[in-house]
């Protein structure tokens, strides 16, 4: 078997042994969709509002398409906002968000511990496995991924990609290296995957960790912010980094919108095109349980 180095299956895999943390109940898992739908409908509302466009992407955008909502056993909210909406969101954020939310994003005010935005609601908690970052609040969050121009040029956009998927590399590593505990260290020395990756990006972020991980993320969103305006757009911070999110820009713009729930939400125009692109085309049948993400918890208060 060849070895896996994505820290979420890592984590996951040893946590399915360990009697500190559990899978979420049936009704806690109900509750936080709960409270995440309710945010997302808030936040929407304000981003319209004040005209801003906030879009379903990943797997929300998936479920909104596939199940009418969330995807069965997924407890998370995923949007998109193109570039100057991602800018002006940062502006207006404290007039219009922070009674009943806090942000965190590059290139901000707030002490950001991430590459991309997200936006956290005040008075809840949620603490999963690894969750030891103590720049970003352990509560209740949605994300919002900024989609940015690329370069036309083949060679300017190889560069540019490259360079923003090394930087992400290099802060995440140093972000590991400076808050990872004991704890989450001895999990990774459990396993063989777990030893090589965490050897790999101990390596990585001591000999990097002369920059704080803020520096680092202001860095990584500094390059994948292309301000020409191209027929190519892309999620440099989403779950296949900035060449296997590229799409032209028509795929996106201009908007539609979709059902999730009960709310009418923006997504992309060709949200089909974007589904296939992302998950393959067969997006529309349902993986077996064996495929199911698995979400273990430390502690939940909604």
């Known amino acids: 078997m ?16 360990d009697k500190n943390v559990r899978q979420m109940t049936d009704e806690e898992h109900e509750s936080l969709k709960d409270c995440l739908y309710e945010m997302s409908v808030d936040i929407e509302k304000r981003c319209r509002k004040n005209g801003i466009k906030l879009f379903l992407v990943g797997g929300s955008l998936l479920g909104a398409v596939r199940h009418g909502g969330f995807i ?5 909210m995923d949007f998109g906002m193109k570039r100057s909406d991602y800018e002006k969101m940062k502006k ?3 007039k219009e968000f922070s009674d009943a939310y806090e942000l965190r994003c590059p290139n901000s005010d707030s002490p950001n511990g991430n590459r991309f935005m997200q936006i956290f609601k005040k008075g809840t908690v949620l603490r999963t496995i690894g969750d030891e970052n103590p720049l970003q609040p352990s509560a209740a969050y949605v994300d919002i991924f ?4 690329v370069p036309e040029n083949k060679i ?3 560069i540019r990609g490259i360079k923003s998927n ?5 802060a995440s590593c140093v972000m590991d290296e400076k808050y990872m505990s004991k704890k989450t260290r001895k999990y990774y020395a459990q396993s063989k995957d777990g030893k090589l990756f965490f050897r790999i990006r101990r390596f990585v972020g001591n000999f990097f960790s002369f920059r704080s991980p803020v520096k680092w993320f202001n860095t990584v969103d500094n390059t994948i912010h292309y301000r020409r305006k191209t027929s190519l757009v892309t999620s440099a911070t989403g779950r296949k980094h900035y060449f296997g999110e590229i799409y032209s820009t028509d795929t996106f713009f201009p908007l539609t919108e979709i059902k999730f729930k009960e709310h009418l939400f923006y997504a992309p125009g060709n949200y089909k095109r974007y589904l296939e692109g992302l998950y393959g085309n067969d997006y529309m049948v349902v993986p077996d349980k064996m495929h199911r993400e ?3 918890i430390t502690e939940l208060k909604l």
């Open 2 to 17: 060849g070895l896996n180095l994505n820290y979420k299956d890592i984590l996951n895999e040893l946590a399915r042994n």
């Open 72 to 76: 069965p056993w997924d407890d998370d």
């Open 92 to 94: 207006v954020f404290d």
């Open 146 to 149: 900024p989609y940015d121009y």
């Open 156 to 158: 300017m956009r190889k």
């Open 166 to 170: 090394i930087e992400m590399f290099i």
């Open 294 to 296: 698995c979400h273990f």
